[in-house]
């Protein structure tokens, strides 16, 4: 079953970069108009640091749909994974409409200049991203235990993807790139308030 989801995730991202290089093109004109930044620009960096950071969100979402019945919870990590699925299709889109690498042999956040923080342990490369070990304690737990586990990793998650998102909208030079920054902190904001209100029901609050 794991290998038939995985099929079907490649298949359906392979979609969403198409699509992101075609939405990319609308939004900011012809091929002839398009700026192309350098593979060491903030947009770049950007983009290839949130694909990654939004690819453990899509992957923690589905874990804990697959652990809980609530309904509130499943219908939030459904939204959130078909969100950030979608916004990661754009953006490696547009690394392949710039003709720049995926990957970087630069630190990650680089391109914030913070390529020097501590990072990388356990899996967390980036800000709120949850380490090896939470994901592995998340896909251990069941229905309530699970839902504020999820709710807690979540918040922390989002509230790093602001700070790159903030980071996008002072450095990044593509219009399409900064509009979509401002998508992701307005969206993101919004599920951190939402997330506090259903910890809160649940007896239990964010992490500091």
Not at 94 to 113: E, I, N, R, V
Not at 144 to 165: D, N, P, R, V, W
Request: proline content about 2%; charged content about 20%.
């Amino acid at each position: 079953m794991k290998q038939g989801i995985g099929w079907i995730a490649a298949g359906a991202a392979a979609v969403l970069v198409a699509a992101g290089a075609v939405t990319y093109a609308v939004a900011d004109g012809d091929d002839s108009a398009l700026k192309v930044p350098a593979t060491d620009s903030a947009d770049a960096g950007f983009s290839r640091d949130m694909s990654i950071h939004h690819q453990q969100a899509v992957e923690m979402s589905y874990v804990v749909r697959d652990r809980t019945a609530d309904e509130d919870v499943r219908r939030l990590a459904y939204d959130i994974a078909q969100t950030q699925a979608n916004q990661r299709g754009m953006m490696l889109g547009w690394l392949d409409l710039w003709g720049l690498p995926k990957a970087s042999s630069d630190a990650p956040m680089t391109w914030m200049g913070m390529g020097d923080m501590a990072a990388g342990e356990d899996g967390a490369l980036m800000p709120g991203m949850a380490t090896n070990a939470q994901m592995e304690k998340l896909g251990e737990l069941n229905g309530k235990q699970a839902e504020i586990f999820y709710l807690q990793l979540m918040t922390a998650h989002h509230k790093g993807g602001i700070h790159m998102a903030e980071g996008c909208v002072s450095k990044c030079t593509v219009g399409t790139a900064k509009r979509l920054a401002e998508t992701m902190v307005q969206g993101q904001q919004s599920e951190i308030d939402l997330m506090a209100d259903m910890l809160e029901e649940r007896g239990a609050e964010a992490r500091p």
